[in-house]
């Protein structure tokens, strides 16, 4: 059975850089240090791209959020009452 890990797991495993993951996979740099936070969920072209790099099957990355999504309603308490 296949071991999931993370992005940034599986970059240090294979001794990848965020340097070098960019400018092989050709995704954004914002974009792939963001993925490898847990901020960011890729598309699945961006998916395909990342885990060749790696040398992986797209199903061993663990592609969600790491940090808990906060939504915001409204403006905040600085303009009053928020829906």
């Given at each position: 059975?296949?071991?999931?890990?993370?992005?940034?797991?599986?970059?240090?495993?294979?001794?990848?850089g965020l340097a070098e993951l960019v400018e092989t996979s050709g995704v954004e740099e914002r974009v792939v240090e963001?993925?490898?936070n847990g901020r960011?969920?890729?598309?699945?072209?961006?998916?395909?791209?990342?885990?060749?790099v790696l040398g992986v099957s797209v199903e061993e990355i663990a592609w969600g959020h790491v940090?808990?999504?906060?939504?915001?309603?409204?403006?905040?308490?600085?303009?009053?009452?928020?829906p």
């Open positions: 059975m296949a071991q999931v890990k993370t992005l940034s797991e599986w970059m240090a495993v294979r001794g990848i963001a993925i490898a960011y969920t890729p598309s699945p072209d961006q998916r395909q791209r990342l885990s060749a940090t808990q999504v906060s939504h915001v309603y409204g403006h905040g308490p600085q303009f009053g009452r928020s």
